[in-house]
T-cell receptor, first 112, second 118 residues
Framework: DQQVKQNSPSLSVQEGRISILNCDYTNSMFDYFLWYKKYPAEGPTFLISISSIKDKNEDGRFTVFLNKSAKHLSLHIVPSQPGDSAVYFCAASASTGNQFYFGTGTSLTVIP | EAGVAQSPRYKIIEKRQSVAFWCNPISGHATLYWYQQILGQGPKLLIQFQNNGVVDDSQLPKDRFSAERLKGVDSTLKIQPAKLEDSAVYLC????????????????FGQGTRLTVV
């Protein structure tokens, strides 16, 4: 049972434009969300997080938006750069639990 | 700060053979995780340690997988005997704490071990 879903396996964006990666979750107990970035042959690296008490968190070019009523979060990258080309995973956890649940990932390609 | 170290990077074995993976977490990180990532899927937690105690191993196939965390630092994950469906990348990760949310709970991953069972 996939509790965290990333329905777009891939996304292509022109350099300088906005990249929007989406993530949906089913477990209403989830209250902490993270985005990880993964390059080929490397492990995922932490990118940005958001707690359920917020609806937006920004870090430089990266902004995560959380819509709790829709159980949806999104990662915005502005402006997109070729170095952003990677697979992006969203993950979620519940304060009542003890693990992160990962989505299946979205492969982003930023075209120069 | 040194990252999470894993070895080997790649391993090819025949089915029914055994294999072991090693992980050295970031110094001072109390929580250690082993994840299995099958091609096209997200990482799936196999086992989580808090210091040298097991917090969650509900998704570990205990008939063939075992893991230990020596003295609350290094960890090994073993598969015996391996099956074809065990072909995956095995990721080790560590975090400073695990409190479910908040700072210092994000996990830092190693490069992974790519296992191919033939």
């Amino acid at each position: 049972d996939q509790q965290v879903k990333q329905n777009s396996p891939s996304l292509s964006v022109q350099e300088g434009r906005i990249s929007i990666l989406n993530c949906d979750y089913t477990n209403s107990m989830f209250d902490y969300f993270l985005w990880y970035k993964k390059y080929p042959a490397e492990g995922p690296t932490f990118l940005i997080s958001i707690s359920s008490i917020k609806d937006k968190n920004e870090d430089g070019r990266f902004t995560v938006f959380l819509n709790k009523s829709a159980k949806h979060l999104s990662l915005h990258i502005v402006p997109s750069q070729p170095g952003d080309s990677a697979v992006y995973f969203c993950a979620a956890s519940a304060s009542t639990g003890n693990q992160f649940y990962f989505g299946t990932g979205t492969s982003l390609t930023v075209i120069p | 700060e040194a990252g999470v170290a894993q070895s080997p990077r790649y391993k090819i074995i025949e089915k029914r053979q055994s294999v072991a993976f090693w992980c050295n977490p970031i110094s001072g990180h109390a929580t250690l995780y082993w994840y299995q990532q099958i091609l096209g899927q997200g990482p799936k937690l196999l086992i989580q340690f808090q210091n040298n105690g097991v917090v969650d191993d509900s998704q570990l196939p205990k008939d063939r997988f075992s893991a230990e965390r020596l003295k609350g630092v290094d960890s090994t994950l073993k598969i015996q005997p391996a099956k074809l469906e065990d072909s995956a990348v095995y990721l080790c990760a560590s975090s400073l704490v695990f409190s479910g949310k908040g700072p210092n709970t994000e996990a830092f991953f190693g490069q992974g071990t790519r296992l191919t069972v033939v």
